[in-house]
Antibody, heavy 120, light 108 residues
Framework: QVQLQESGPGLVKPSETLSLTCSVSGYTVRNVFYWSWIRQPPGKGLEWLGGFYGIGNTHYDNPSLKSRVTISLDTSKNQVSLSLSAVTAADTAVYYC????????????WGQGILVTVSS | EIVLTQSPGTLSLSPGERATLSCRASQSVSNNYIAWYQQKPGQAPRLLIHGASSRASGFPDRFSGSGSGTDFTLTISRLEPEDFAVYYCQQYDGSPGTFGQGTKVEIK
């Protein structure tokens, strides 16, 4: 059974870079599938941050994040990573790692999520 | 960017009743690229419906999706206690993929 597990610091200071890792178990990450990060501020709705498609190593991001998002795939570690630069309190949220078959596909698999708080 | 508007914001119903949730898009969604997700407190969302009407594995047939163009509906024919949750629609036709603000189905 494929599972996704997010990890990383639960507290990040303003203006710093938020870095999270999604560890994939039950499946060997290859340059297929489409990996996205979604976030959910406390008590609010869902926002798609960006994605990485192994085929073609294509990176997609949400223009509203103004190029602050980087997503990468590490097949040797079976991990997907997220970096979000220049964070502010508005970036406080639960961050989810997800998997789809390809871009323009539904999010078939979700990690359990990790709460990241931005505060000094 | 395609904006999705869900209504109502909260639906107060009793077990056994029928729930009808709406998701309206600001422009037509091609290929019915609409998904619905169920989220329970403290849990990640879980895929419920894709392609507007295809039910994901693990969900019973009391859940159904319908619609096309700009208007989509999620129906729960008879609410069970485990169905009380928040439901989000998402379009994956345009980039970025966007979500509705959610409909909370609560016990009356």
């Amino acid at each position: 059974q494929v599972q996704l597990q997010e990890s990383g610091p639960g507290l990040v200071k303003p203006s710093e870079t938020l870095s999270l890792t999604c560890s994939v178990s039950g499946y060997t990450v290859r340059n297929v599938f489409y990996w996205s990060w979604i976030r959910q501020p406390p008590g609010k709705g869902l926002e798609w941050l960006g994605g990485f498609y192994g085929i073609g190593n294509t990176h997609y991001d949400n223009p509203s994040l103004k190029s602050r998002v980087t997503i990468s795939l590490d097949t040797s570690k079976n991990q997907v990573s997220l970096s979000l630069s220049a964070v502010t309190a508005a970036d406080t949220a639960v961050y989810y790692c997800t998997r789809s078959v390809a871009p323009k596909y539904y999010l078939e698999l979700w990690g359990q999520g990790i709460l990241v708080t931005v505060s000094s | 960017e395609i904006v999705l508007t869900q209504s109502p914001g909260t639906l107060s119903l009793s077990p056994g009743e029928r729930a009808t949730l709406s998701c309206r898009a600001s422009q037509s969604v091609s290929n019915n690229y609409i998904a619905w997700y169920q989220q329970k407190p403290g849990q990640a969302p879980r895929l419920l419906i894709h392609g507007a009407s295809s039910r994901a594995s693990g969900f019973p047939d009391r859940f159904s999706g319908s619609g096309s163009g700009t208007d989509f509906t999620l129906t729960i024919s008879r609410l069970e206690p485990e169905d009380f949750a928040v439901y989000y629609c998402q379009q994956y036709d345009g980039s970025p993929g966007t979500f509705g603000q959610g409909t909370k189905v609560e016990i009356k």
